[in-house]
């Protein structure tokens, strides 16, 4: 099993671009989502997904779209760049959405907007 | 909106030394996990706790859970220069579906 696979690993992206990062996971995990990492503030959730079809928003959703059409995809859509954007994203899945889940964490992707 | 502090945010110990991060918030959690993460990758998990009080022991660390599921601790004792790592403490919230981290705290054990 290749766990979470998250692409690419680096992105450099000037302001106004717009992106997709890709997620993906092989165990079937009904849970799935998406987190930023910066400095100083730990993690913080930007979507989540209970299922295929169903999306939600976490505490810093604005700027980033998802969608979540199959059980083992996941990507987030960054609509128009801004530099407030560079981080590290890291996207996560679990068995169910159950509280207590062990979350599987990808490798993550280090953007930059220039 | 839920948050956890983390403290310390920086520690830099020598090898053999003991040392206690803390976990605290003013919110409830329904479960409270611990995450190691190593430079370049994603956090790994180490233990869920879920009951108030509830104490658990992975080798030289021990975790525990506050009785009032408001905060927790983590402890190592006689550190070791392979514990060098960011640790992160999580929430889960009672209504499910969303993780609240903490802020990490950076663990540098020298040898």
């Known amino acids: 099993n290749a766990g979470v696979t998250q692409t690419p690993k680096f992105q450099v992206l000037k302001t106004g671009q717009s992106m997709t990062l890709q997620c993906a996971q092989d165990m079937n995990h009904e849970y799935m989502s998406w987190y930023r990492q910066d400095p100083g503030m730990g993690l913080r959730l930007i979507h989540y997904s209970v299922g295929a079809g169903i999306t939600d928003q976490g505490e810093v959703p604005n700027g980033y779209n998802v969608s979540r059409s199959t059980t083992e995809d996941f990507p987030l859509r960054l609509l128009s760049a801004a530099p407030s954007q560079t981080s590290v994203y890291f996207c996560?899945?679990?068995?169910?959405?159950?509280?207590?889940?062990?979350?599987?964490f990808g490798s993550g992707t280090q953007l930059s907007v220039l | 909106t839920q948050l956890l502090e983390q403290s310390p945010q920086f520690l830099s110990i020598q090898e053999g030394e003991n040392l206690t991060v803390y976990c605290n918030s003013s919110?409830?959690?329904?479960?409270l996990q611990w995450y190691r993460q190593e430079p370049g990758e994603g956090p790994v998990l180490l233990v869920t706790v879920v009951t108030g009080g509830e104490v658990k022991k992975l080798k030289r660390l021990t975790f525990q859970f506050g009785d009032a599921r408001k905060d927790s601790s983590l402890h190592i004792t006689a550190a070791q220069p392979g514990d060098t790592g960011l640790y992160l403490c999580a929430g889960g919230t009672l209504e499910g579906g969303k993780l609240i981290f903490g802020q990490g705290t950076e663990l540098s054990v020298k040898p």
């Open positions: 996560a899945s679990s068995y169910s959405w159950t509280s207590g889940e062990k979350l599987f």
């Open positions: 919110s409830v959690f329904s479960s």
